[in-house]
């Protein structure tokens, strides 16, 4: 890990660029927002760790009223097992015994759960548990449309719950549900439209469950973009938001059930980039670039700087066109980021610069980045 960017006390003039850059108070309001809408509809909110890698802000989290969060690495649960954090859902499937050992030794220090879609985990992840003589949670990830992970719904669902009901050292927790297509869907009545077949085959499962007597402690899903439909259904009882603590430029893309845009949480999270070059008459160069912000989704936003705009985006460099000489930037003028996919960007740096009024509150290191098994 590399030495952070700032000190505790300075100005923002002072952070070293590319900085990973919190607003903090609109994070905070974010992190209350989702709970006030968790806690309004009556159901548990699990934030989704792969967002925020972070058990500083997993804990910010669980001290609004979350009950735990969801990882979908061995290594992130590690991170927030080591930070703290003592209800974790592995929402994917694991593979290979070591990482199946790793899993279930971190049992003894708090509750864990993972996803199963085939009959061969179950069997490897009790195995695993027996050896290290722990209970273990297990959820059948069904397939809801977004045709990536998952088992068909309903009675194949059903008879994978009963092999983890039946197997030693594992307890069958309930259902993941999770449909990640839904949430980038551009207009409300796609993302409704999405999910509503989504609790088709939740209900359809909850039926075939129905005769083995197994009840579902957790019927989880619900992205940034469609948590209010799962929570209004009657059937999710489980939010796992991740981006929302932060906000990208893809989810802030897609249109409210008004139709305008979608504002319901702020943007928190920053890359602050500086000017390096104004060598070039039609444009400017910042020192940011691919090594420092996801662009898989488009170049990031400028943000608060009317007139300016990401045009091109390589390694260590993002040009930013200007539509006038007057709105032109400076030399070594700070540029403000917004990442168009949050969850990677994250992944590039070593630490969070936390401000508030213009100085540096906090410096988080964030503790699972790089944590891909």
């Given amino acids: 890990m590399i030495h952070p960017p700032a000190e505790i006390g300075a100005s923002i003039d002072q952070i070293e660029t590319p900085a990973l850059v919190i607003d903090l108070d609109a994070l905070d309001r974010n992190i209350a927002k989702m709970a006030g809408h968790a806690s309004a509809a009556g159901v548990r909110l699990r934030p989704h760790a792969k967002t925020h890698k972070s058990p500083e802000i997993a804990r910010r989290q669980i001290a609004h009223g979350a009950i735990g969060q969801c990882v979908q690495k061995v290594g992130e649960a590690e991170a927030l097992v080591r930070g703290g954090i003592n209800n974790i859902l592995v929402s994917n499937e694991v593979v290979g015994e070591r990482k199946l050992r790793?899993?279930?030794?971190?049992?003894?220090?708090?509750?864990?759960?993972?996803?199963?879609?085939?009959?061969?985990?179950?069997?490897?992840?009790?195995?695993?548990?027996?050896?290290?003589?722990?209970?273990?949670?297990?959820?059948?990830?069904?397939?809801?449309?977004?045709?990536?992970?998952?088992?068909?719904?309903?009675?194949?669902?059903?008879?994978?719950?009963?092999?983890?009901?039946?197997?030693?050292?594992?307890?069958?927790?309930?259902?993941?549900?999770?449909?990640?297509?839904?949430?980038?869907?551009?207009?409300?009545?796609?993302?409704?439209?999405?999910?509503?077949?989504?609790?088709?085959?939740?209900?359809?499962?909850?039926?075939?469950?129905?005769?083995?007597?197994?009840?579902?402690?957790?019927?989880?899903?619900?992205?940034?973009?469609?948590?209010?439909?799962?929570?209004?259904?009657?059937?999710y009882n489980e939010l796992q938001t991740g981006s929302y603590v932060f906000m990208d430029t893809e989810y802030a893309s897609i249109t409210a059930p008004d139709g305008g845009g979608y504002r319901e949480f702020e943007h928190s999270l920053f890359v602050l980039a500086s000017v390096m070059s104004v060598a070039g008459p039609e444009h400017v160069v910042v020192d940011a670039g691919l090594k420092s912000l996801s662009a898989e989704k488009g170049v990031p936003w400028v943000w608060n700087r009317e007139g300016v705009e990401a045009i091109g985006i390589s390694d260590e460099h993002t040009k930013l066109g200007f539509k006038s000489e007057s709105s032109r930037p400076r030399l070594g003028e700070p540029i403000w980021l917004i990442p168009s996919h949050c969850d990677p960007t994250v992944n590039l740096h070593d630490w969070y610069v936390g401000v508030r009024h213009g100085r540096v509150e906090a410096l988080w290191p964030i503790a699972a980045r790089g944590a891909s098994i």
């Fill in 102 to 235: 790793r899993l279930a030794a971190l049992a003894g220090d708090a509750t864990i759960a993972l996803c199963f879609d085939a009959p061969e985990q179950v069997d490897a992840m009790s195995r695993a548990a027996r050896d290290l003589g722990v209970e273990v949670g297990g959820l059948v990830e069904i397939d809801v449309g977004a045709g990536r992970c998952g088992i068909a719904p309903g009675e194949a669902a059903a008879t994978l719950a009963k092999r983890i009901a039946d197997s030693p050292h594992l307890t069958f927790r309930g259902l993941q549900a999770y449909h990640g297509r839904a949430q980038h869907l551009a207009t409300y009545q796609e993302r409704a439209q999405a999910i509503a077949s989504a609790v088709d085959a939740v209900r359809d499962t909850l039926d075939a469950l129905a005769p083995a007597n197994l009840a579902c402690e957790i019927i989880g899903g619900a992205g940034t973009g469609t948590f209010a439909i799962e929570a209004a259904s009657g059937v």
